[in-house]
């Protein structure tokens, strides 16, 4: 699953397995980019054939992907992200699949951007205690007193 932040343009990883827990890919690359941008799902038998395929996963994971199928999530008309499945143990995806798919894609999607704002207001809230944690620093130690001579 990739849910976009808006902050910096970029689809990132919520679900993944192996080496990169946590990926970050452009809201206009690859597969998934292609989907979150197109609202289109995708459903593809040869990914490595297909111009909008990006190799960057396959060699982090070490893996070849062998069959692709990708939907938007999102809220009304507004995309919030995409659920990327890949690797079908027997055969390759079909249109049954994609529809199947894109119906736990909108029901996800309430929920995934909900847990998305959840995550960004903790980091925020993070750093601005670290942020006020050092304004408490530099005053407490004077360090401002040089700089405004």
């Given at each position: 699953?990739?849910?976009?932040?808006?902050?910096c343009k970029l689809l990132a990883t919520k679900a993944i397995h192996g080496p990169a827990d946590r990926f970050f890919v452009e809201s206009q690359r690859g597969i998934v980019g292609f989907v979150f941008t197109s609202g289109e799902?995708?459903?593809l038998s040869k990914p490595d054939e297909?111009?909008?395929?990006d190799l960057t996963l396959d060699r982090l994971r070490k893996s070849a992907t062998r069959n692709i199928l990708c939907v938007p999530l999102q809220i009304g008309?507004?995309?919030v992200g995409c659920i990327e499945v890949a690797n079908k143990v027997n055969g390759n995806f079909m249109e049954q699949?994609?529809?199947l798919m894109s119906a736990v894609a909108r029901e996800l999607a309430v929920g995934a951007a909900a847990q998305f704002s959840k995550e960004v207001l903790a980091g925020l809230a993070k750093t601005k205690a670290a942020f006020e944690q050092r304004v408490k620093?530099?005053?407490n130690e004077n360090l401002l007193t040089p700089l405004l001579k």
């Amino acid at each position: 699953m990739y849910i976009y932040n808006p902050q910096c343009k970029l689809l990132a990883t919520k679900a993944i397995h192996g080496p990169a827990d946590r990926f970050f890919v452009e809201s206009q690359r690859g597969i998934v980019g292609f989907v979150f941008t197109s609202g289109e799902g995708v459903i593809l038998s040869k990914p490595d054939e297909d111009a909008r395929f990006d190799l960057t996963l396959d060699r982090l994971r070490k893996s070849a992907t062998r069959n692709i199928l990708c939907v938007p999530l999102q809220i009304g008309n507004k995309r919030v992200g995409c659920i990327e499945v890949a690797n079908k143990v027997n055969g390759n995806f079909m249109e049954q699949d994609l529809k199947l798919m894109s119906a736990v894609a909108r029901e996800l999607a309430v929920g995934a951007a909900a847990q998305f704002s959840k995550e960004v207001l903790a980091g925020l809230a993070k750093t601005k205690a670290a942020f006020e944690q050092r304004v408490k620093h530099i005053a407490n130690e004077n360090l401002l007193t040089p700089l405004l001579k």
